[in-house]
């Protein structure tokens, strides 16, 4: 099959794209721009400018007074309170802090420990450290539980089956 060209109808005359830009700035100069700028430089402006501009930068170059926003004198006495209050905090920090040992640790973050499967350790093993003088030391013969935290105790931490079961 050809490839049939579609006829619009438009015709453009020849040469119209290579020189329509030079046609339209023409067309655009003659109607709308002015004739006259409007702008005026006085007369031997440019002879004695850099003359000028010089004497004013000589006249500018007068020394300055600067003042600091903080003077030095008050960075020495920051630092100074800084420091006595970094020691203090130091010192009477450490007077308070003692050797954490197994002792000092709570009770409760033991057991969140624990409750979290931090701590590895199986039945056998945990026996295997346990003496028999630490099982006699226990006395739980003589601490009375009442009949309520037991069964607290039960329903929060055994299955309903082995309650039902046993």
């Not at 309170?81 to 007077?95: D, K, M, P």
Request: no cysteine; aromatic share 10%; hydrophobic share 35%.
């Amino acid at each position: 099959m050809k490839k049939q060209k579609k006829n619009t109808g438009f015709i453009t005359p020849e040469n119209y794209f290579e020189n329509f830009d030079a046609q339209l700035l023409g067309k655009i100069k003659a109607n709308n721009l002015p004739k006259v700028t409007g702008f005026k430089t006085p007369e031997n402006y440019f002879e004695g400018l850099e003359e000028n501009i010089l004497k004013t930068l000589k006249e500018e170059e007068k020394p300055t007074k600067v003042i600091s926003l903080f003077p030095k004198k008050y960075f020495g006495y920051a630092a100074a309170i800084a420091a006595s209050l970094v020691i203090g905090f130091v010192t009477f920090n450490a007077t308070n802090t003692t050797n954490s040992n197994l002792d000092t640790l709570q009770l409760a973050a033991i057991d969140t420990y624990i409750e979290e499967g931090n701590l590895n350790i199986d039945l056998y093993e945990l026996t295997s450290y346990i003496d028999d003088e630490d099982i006699t030391d226990l006395n739980l013969k003589n601490q009375q539980f009442s009949e309520v935290t037991l069964k607290d105790y039960l329903l929060e931490n055994v299955d309903e089956e082995t309650l039902i079961t046993e």
